[in-house]
């Protein structure tokens, strides 16, 4: 059943996953409705002359200047000089959930477009369409102008696209998924990019994926300390209670209840390392900011991202900067920043498993016979790789500003290579995940003792179904995916 989207309601993150895919978007009589009132206004406006940005007016720094005088020639004039673009396409996924996130807004009836854009873009999500949107070029301040341009064009029938995966000049794949080309004028191409939605779709993706990644952890830490034969008291709801962080207090209830039954072993010193003993206070403050993120991304799906904005009941056009993506910029760097820490916390738990002198008395990497195979060596060799990448990229961008566009845009926030290096980062957690999950499968394998608590052992157990042990020595990379799989599945 193809699933549906609903302009009228919110839009969820959800509803941007389900994107990936041809999705029935809703337009309904009350958006309809509420577009063609704000549309109706724009002509009202024209018409008395007054002044409107990007309608009788040129761009950016160009305001004090005419437009043309065609509305064609204006949305003509507005996407050429945005086709600047450069690097490689933005995954597809990623497109259409910017297309979502954009079509949404236009719905709100405060852009001015014509209601055939919201119909068209609608019901290009309802095929395989996928604009082809170049990664570079934009420093989210109007909005994300020239990768939206690119996304713009290629539903005229320009540039380029992909259909059912393949990417063809935009006029053929628009012919192959069976849309007519996008006709528009000036205020509508001026709304279709000036708006923060890819900024927006990309945080929100990265946000979701950094979540099930901090959940994995708290999971598998929770089985690295069974295996270990850990001491639980770290997870004491007084200790954490007293610590006084909310973010804390619900990761210490979420690991106890994963760790319920953990008997220690006696065997381990009193306090066990950082990695272990301080990961609550680690994933909780991880847990604090994630819920900052929650609120920032919450805010951008429910918000009008555009200039100027159209208050049809108050006979009101008002210029102004809802097209500039801090809010966004900064969470995305604190997302950076969380899968950097997270992911650091899964590689150092990792190499603590890998470390005879520290994990039991498991053999060193725990290779089945070493010397004669090597276990994990390679995986962890991987991690401390991701772990530099990840570091590396955690330098904020949303305060890196670089005035632009004769200082017309002299404050930019950066904010789509924020949410872009956050959604790469993501992925990079991921794999971490992957590979913590599959140290943790094989030192069973080489001797550590069965978890004594029952989700411990229901984790362990799903690992082991999926992925067979290391020995003798195999490539491993799509075990370490596998394995991240397994952990995301088991968590939701």
């Known amino acids: 059943m193809t699933p549906q989207v609903d302009l009228a309601g919110p839009l969820r993150v959800a509803d941007l996953h389900a994107a990936r895919d041809p999705v029935r978007v809703v337009v309904g009589e009350r958006v309809t409705a509420r577009v063609a009132a704000a549309r109706v206004f724009l002509t009202k406006v024209l018409g008395d002359d007054r002044a409107v940005y990007g309608a009788t007016t040129g761009f950016g720094a160009l305001v004090g200047y005419a437009g043309r005088a065609d509305l064609r020639d204006q949305a003509d004039n507005t996407l050429a000089h945005l086709g600047a673009g450069q690097g490689p396409d933005l995954d597809p996924h990623v497109v259409r959930a910017t297309m979502l996130v954009r079509v949404w807004s236009l719905a709100r009836g405060s852009s001015g477009v014509s209601p055939h854009v919201v119909d068209a873009i609608a019901a290009m999500l309802a095929t395989t369409f996928v604009p082809a949107v170049p990664r570079l070029g934009s420093v989210g301040a109007s909005g994300d102008l020239i990768p939206l341009g690119a996304a713009a064009q290629a539903l005229r029938g320009r540039g380029h696209a992909y259909v059912d995966g393949v990417r063809l000049p935009?006029?053929?794949?628009?012919?192959?998924?069976?849309?007519?080309?996008?006709?528009?004028?000036?205020?509508?191409?001026?709304?279709?990019?000036?708006?923060?939605?890819?900024?927006?779709?990309?945080?929100?993706?990265?946000?979701?994926?950094?979540?099930?990644?901090?959940?994995?952890?708290?999971?598998?830490?929770?089985?690295?300390?069974?295996?270990?034969?850990?001491?639980?008291?770290?997870?004491?709801?007084?200790?954490?209670?007293?610590?006084?962080?909310?973010?804390?207090?619900?990761?210490?209830a979420a690991m106890r209840a994963t760790a319920e039954?953990?008997?220690?072993?006696?065997?381990?010193?009193?306090?066990?390392?950082?990695?272990?003993?301080?990961?609550?206070?680690?994933?909780?403050?991880?847990?604090d900011a994630l819920r900052y993120v929650d609120g920032v991304v919450a805010a951008d799906?429910?918000?009008?991202?555009?200039?100027?904005?159209?208050?049809?009941?108050?006979?009101?056009?008002?210029?102004?900067?809802?097209?500039?993506?801090?809010?966004?910029?900064?969470?995305?760097?604190?997302?950076?920043?969380?899968?950097?820490?997270?992911?650091?916390?899964?590689?150092?738990?990792?190499?603590?498993?890998?470390?005879?002198?520290?994990?039991?008395g498991l053999p060193p990497m725990l290779a089945a016979g070493p010397g004669q195979q090597h276990g994990l060596q390679g995986v962890q060799l991987a991690s401390t790789a991701l772990v530099a990448e990840l570091r590396r990229d955690a330098v904020p961008a949303s305060m890196q500003s670089l005035p632009t566009n004769l200082h017309n845009q002299d404050v930019v926030p950066l904010g789509t290579?924020?949410?872009?290096?956050?959604?790469?980062?993501?992925?990079?957690?991921?794999?971490?995940?992957?590979?913590?999950?599959?140290?943790?499968?094989?030192?069973?394998?080489?001797?550590?003792?069965t978890p004594t608590a029952p989700r411990c052992a229901a984790v362990l157990a799903a690992l082991a179904d999926a992925i067979p042990p290391i020995d003798p020595d195999r490539p491993l990379e799509d075990d370490v995916r596998r394995a991240a799989d397994v952990v995301a599945n088991f968590e939701r």
């Open 261 to 287: 039954g953990l008997t220690a072993s006696g065997t381990r010193a009193l306090q066990e390392p950082y990695s272990i003993r301080c990961s609550p206070q680690l994933l909780g403050a991880a847990e």
């Open 301 to 360: 799906l429910a918000s009008v991202s555009d200039n100027p904005v159209f208050f049809p009941d108050d006979d009101a056009v008002v210029h102004g900067g809802n097209f500039f993506g801090q809010p966004a910029a900064f969470a995305a760097d604190v997302l950076s920043m969380v899968a950097a820490q997270v992911g650091n916390l899964a590689e150092r738990q990792l190499d603590l498993l890998v470390d005879p002198h520290r994990n039991g």
């Open 417 to 449: 290579q924020a949410a872009l290096r956050a959604l790469d980062h993501a992925r990079l957690l991921r794999l971490l995940v992957g590979s913590l999950a599959l140290g943790l499968r094989q030192a069973v394998h080489v001797g550590a003792r």
């Open 170 to 252: 935009a006029a053929r794949a628009l012919d192959r998924a069976g849309l007519e080309p996008l006709p528009l004028d000036g205020r509508d191409a001026l709304a279709m990019v000036n708006g923060t939605s890819l900024t927006t779709a990309a945080t929100a993706l990265a946000l979701d994926a950094v979540r099930r990644s901090h959940r994995a952890v708290l999971t598998l830490t929770c089985l690295l300390a069974d295996l270990l034969g850990s001491d639980p008291q770290f997870l004491d709801a007084r200790l954490l209670a007293a610590y006084g962080h909310p973010g804390a207090v619900a990761v210490g």
